[in-house]
């Protein structure tokens, strides 16, 4: 739905490129995108992000990295999942979204823009994956407080930490800028 969202928002001038690792949410991307009459906005790669080949990706003015996690966030719909996730888990996955947001890094152009995205509850997960991400080439760029909900706050580091509740899940965001 997020690569649908940003098909809509870059107009007809634009593309958007999801890179899907999971061959079965890449046909539902390419399904919803025919569905809300984007299709022509959107190439689905099926890949890891990690192993793609840098010609299939041309210098992009942003990315949205909405790396894969533990899901801790989404607990309150589902509380099997703080029962499956281990430690080790958590540190395997932090260490796959580094190495994500590293590559992706390497994709922008300058000044071009990466939104880092997880549902996790984690910071291994969220704030030390942005820590690293700042020794990529990449600066945070702090969140516009006015763009929030009411209730949800930029932290003083600049990124948004979202508390699950009120219906909604928990998340991390973090904004940077290639420099």
Known sequence: SKSI????????EGRVTAVELNDKRAVRIKENAKRMQVQDRIDVVISDVRQLSPERIREA????????????????????????????????LAEVQARMAARVADWLKPGGQ????TCSL???????????????GLRLVSAD????????SVA????????????????????????
């Open 5 to 12: 969202v940003l098909a809509h928002a870059v107009g007809k």
């Open 145 to 152: 407080q006015n763009m929030l909900p009411k209730g949800i």
């Open 114 to 117: 990466l939104v880092f995205a």
């Open 61 to 92: 003015d942003a990315i949205l990295l909405d790396a894969p996690c533990s899901a801790t966030g989404i607990f309150a719909r589902h509380p099997d999942v703080l029962h499956r996730i281990r430690a080790k888990d958590i540190a395997q």
């Open 122 to 136: 984690e910071p291994e997960e969220g704030e030390y994956v942005a820590e690293q991400a700042q020794s990529q």
């Open 156 to 179: 003083p580091q600049g990124w948004v930490r979202i508390l699950p509740g009120q219906g909604r899940d928990g998340f991390f965001i973090a904004a940077f800028t290639r420099v």
